[in-house]
């Protein structure tokens, strides 16, 4: 597999990562305790190095399956994991309430390394923004933790370019989370120039758009309640039909490459900047082993242009939330 490195940050890991949260949460079904184990630990004997969660997903149980199915690679791979919000009376984060005052950080921090069963986070992300607490008192707070020596890396998710800068003149950030996808590219104009200009590393969630851009979704598809993809605009029949082209387009590059429409949306990815690492989802070998053909395809700079021209002339039908 393929290595890339994030940013200046040293920090190396595959070319694509693995998305481990619908492993337990967001989709229905979700994967069996023990499947899903076996499965990380087939991923980690194809080459994977890097594993995202995050303690909201469940929430908890994500980062438990990380953990005992990464333990016996420990020092091998890199798992991130996120904090940024506020506990319920249970003590469970709740999603849409963010929390990250410094006491939280350090609490989901501790938490966290006991579920993960490791000494120290790699990379450690502020899951998304939070308007009561200063970025620089979020940043101070996980460089305290790494100088403890219980967080490797910081990272943010889906910030703007004024709060990563803010945040990188006080710790480093080593990477951003943020959705980039052909069908999302809104972070192009301000994010990805600030990520390069400050040597940070970009790692797109959702990278094949909730699984439309395989091509295997259609009008007729329909998502369990459970599923988040069916309270999601673009997940209408409606939408779905209409962005058809996108698909279209994927199928066209797909023929012609001997590849798919995922490996394709994957692979324009990938040549984008030699610094960004995706993180699909799977659950299934073969999804898997599919996401990771894209490491090998190359798009050519006409390629590129052609699937860049084709893309700008189509309309993306719905919100991404």
């Given at each position: ?37 076996d ?6 004997e ?17 980062e ?38 410094p006491?939280?950080?350090?609490q989901?921090?501790e ?24 970025i ?18 910081f ?45 940070i ?14 091509g ?11 599923d988040?993809?069916s ?5 209408t029949?409606?939408?779905i039909k ?6 279209e387009?994927?199928?066209?590059i797909?023929?012609?490459k ?18 960004i ?45």
């Amino acid at each position: 597999m393929e290595k890339r490195k994030l940013g200046n940050s040293g920090l190396e890991v595959s070319a694509l990562g693995l998305g481990c949260m619908r492993m337990s949460f967001g989709d229905s079904p979700i994967g069996d305790h023990q499947d899903m184990v076996d499965f990380i630990r087939k991923s980690v004997e194809r080459g994977v190095t890097f594993f995202d969660t995050a303690e909201v997903y469940g929430p908890f149980t994500n980062e438990l399956l990380v953990g005992e199915a990464l333990e016996p690679f420990k020092g091998d791979v890199i798992i991130a994991t996120k904090f940024g919000f506020n506990p319920d009376a249970e003590g469970k984060p709740r999603p849409g309430d963010p929390n990250s005052r410094p006491e939280r950080i350090k609490q989901v921090a501790e938490e966290s390394l006991k579920r993960l069963r490791v000494d120290a986070i790699d990379l450690f992300y502020q899951h998304r923004p939070d308007p009561k607490v200063p970025i620089e008192d979020v940043a101070g707070t996980v460089k305290e933790l790494i100088q403890e020596g219980k967080v490797k890396h910081f990272g943010l998710s889906e910030s703007s370019a004024d709060l990563i800068r803010r945040a990188h003149a006080v710790q480093p950030v080593a990477a951003l989370q943020s959705e980039y996808s052909l069908w999302w590219r809104n972070i192009e104009a301000e994010i990805l120039p600030t990520c390069e200009e400050l040597g940070i590393g970009l790692v797109p969630y959702s990278p094949l758009g909730r699984g439309y851009l395989t091509g295997k979704i259609d009008e007729t598809t329909t998502f369990d309640s459970s599923d988040i993809r069916s309270k999601n605009p673009r997940f209408t029949a409606e939408a779905i039909k209409a962005n058809r082209k996108v698909i279209e387009l994927l199928e066209r590059i797909s023929g012609e490459k001997r590849a798919t429409p995922a490996q394709i949306a994957l692979a324009w990815l990938l040549a984008q900047k030699p610094w960004i690492v995706p993180i699909p989802g799977s659950r299934k070998l073969e999804r898997l082993d599919e996401n990771l053909g894209a490491v090998s395809i190359e798009l050519s700079s006409d390629d590129l242009l052609e699937i860049n021209e084709a893309i700008s002339k189509i309309a993306v039908v719905g919100d991404r939330y």
